[in-house]
């Protein structure tokens, strides 16, 4: 069935360090989403992405999508405790309502 | 500001109990989800609702039922409880196309004795 894979499962980086969580599909994707969750909340959206190859930002977040829409990334620069929580991707396949969410990344930043 | 909300944020019920999850969105959103989030498994897609009286299997819907009566409520239906159902359930709610964000709620960890 349609799946996809985040890695890495678990990262803890130093407070200034970069941080990369990175989401694969077997097949196609439609667009894919990105979502974080705070500890002890609820995911909260970050982005979407829909073209082949986008790349957009959010201040410090850089989010990728694949030339082939089958995978993606998101790259955080010189992290901060305000970064502190799960990443998700979830992403939607051509024809049906659902999005498939990766397993997540916790990311935990070191002081 | 979009809200979504969940009828209790902790619950404890016994193995063979029914249990009713609600989740109400004032948005006006076509469609309306339910998973359970686990660690390592990420959130799985228990059943989507995209109108009234409309829903859709994910892609775990086994123990599971729902109901969509009205546009703004979802309600998630553990027929038997089983200690495997201990979880935590999210509702998520969203406009029409797939182009649009999810809005979760709060949340409901469940606790299967």
């Known amino acids: 069935g349609q799946q996809v894979m985040q890695i890495p499962q678990y990262q803890h980086v130093q407070e200034g360090e970069d941080f990369t969580t990175y989401c694969n599909s077997s097949?196609?994707?439609?667009?894919i989403q990105w979502y974080k969750q705070r500890p002890g909340g609820h995911p909260v959206f970050l982005i979407q992405?829909?073209?082949?190859?986008e790349v957009k930002k959010q201040k410090r977040l850089t989010f990728q999508f694949g030339e082939a829409k089958k995978n993606s990334s998101l790259h955080i620069t010189a992290t901060q405790t305000t970064d502190v929580g799960t990443y998700f991707c979830?992403?939607?396949?051509?024809?049906?309502?659902?999005?498939?969410f990766g397993t997540g990344t916790r990311l935990k930043v070191l002081a | 500001d979009v809200k979504v909300t969940q009828s209790s944020r902790y619950l404890v019920k016994r193995t063979g109990e029914k249990v009713f999850l609600e989740c109400v969105q004032d948005?006006?959103?076509?469609?309306m989800f339910w998973y359970r989030q686990d660690p390592g498994l990420g959130l799985r897609l228990i059943y989507f609702?995209?109108?009234?009286?409309?829903?859709e299997k994910g892609d775990i819907p086994e123990g599971y039922s729902v109901s969509r009566e009205k546009k703004e409520r979802f309600s998630l239906i553990l027929e038997s409880a089983s200690t495997n159902q201990t979880s935590m359930y999210l509702c998520?709610?969203?406009?029409?196309?797939?182009?649009?964000?999810?809005?979760f709620g709060p949340g409901t960890r469940l606790t299967v004795t």
């Open positions: 998520a709610s969203r406009g029409s196309g797939n182009l649009y964000e999810q809005y």
């Open positions: 097949t196609t994707l439609s667009n």
């Open positions: 992405l829909v073209k082949s190859g």
């Open positions: 979830a992403g939607c396949y051509s024809g049906t309502y659902k999005y498939i």
């Open positions: 948005m006006d959103h076509e469609n």
């Open positions: 609702s995209y109108d009234v009286k409309m829903k």
